[in-house]
């Protein structure tokens, strides 16, 4: 009976928990330089526990010991939503893929080289295998600092990150 109880209990916590994140939870959206709309998920509260953020950290110092984290980590926003919309620790927006394509498609940033770039996109365009945006190091050609889902925002080299896969540059 004990047992019961106990699961009962987790039962409705969890359900509480989806509850208050799906309420804190918003659909927004910005436009790019050119004016064309993208959309995102916007939070009103850190969906992740003090000690979730704490662990995160800890996994991404661990796991790349050459980046360098810039802040914590954070359900609240993403890699696409930190390049291409706002890069601020005030971020609370959540750009999912392929909205991020957007930003070169109505050409507000065009293909660049690392002289001149300021934009780095990951992947192969099938969103399955390291999808991933970062912004370059202003001055450190190579250098990039992005955001890694929901672990912390990390200056990193550009192939020294849980993403893999091709890459593009881009400018305003």
């Known amino acids: 009976m004990k047992n019961i109880k106990l699961i009962i209990l987790i039962i409705i916590a969890l359900s509480l928990q989806s509850i208050n994140e799906l309420s804190a939870q918003y659909t927004c959206g910005t436009s790019t330089p050119n004016g064309t709309y993208t959309q995102m998920v916007c939070s009103w509260s850190e969906p992740l526990a003090p000690w979730q953020i704490a662990a995160l950290n800890n996994i991404s110092e661990t796991m790349f010991p050459n980046a360098y984290r810039w802040g914590n980590a954070s359900g609240m926003y993403n890699c696409h939503s930190y390049a291409w919309y706002w890069s601020s620790l005030s971020n609370r927006a959540w750009m999912n893929s392929p909205w991020e394509d957007i930003y070169w498609l109505d050409g507000s940033y065009v293909p660049a080289n690392w002289n001149n ?11 399955q295998n390291g999808d991933h945006s970062a912004r370059n190091y202003p001055g450190y050609i190579g250098w990039a600092h992005s955001k890694w889902g929901k672990l912390p925002r990390m200056l990193h080299w550009y192939t020294d990150a849980p993403y893999g896969g091709p890459y593009r540059l881009y400018r305003r």
């Open 117 to 127: 770039s300021t934009r780095i996109s990951y992947g192969n365009n099938d969103y």
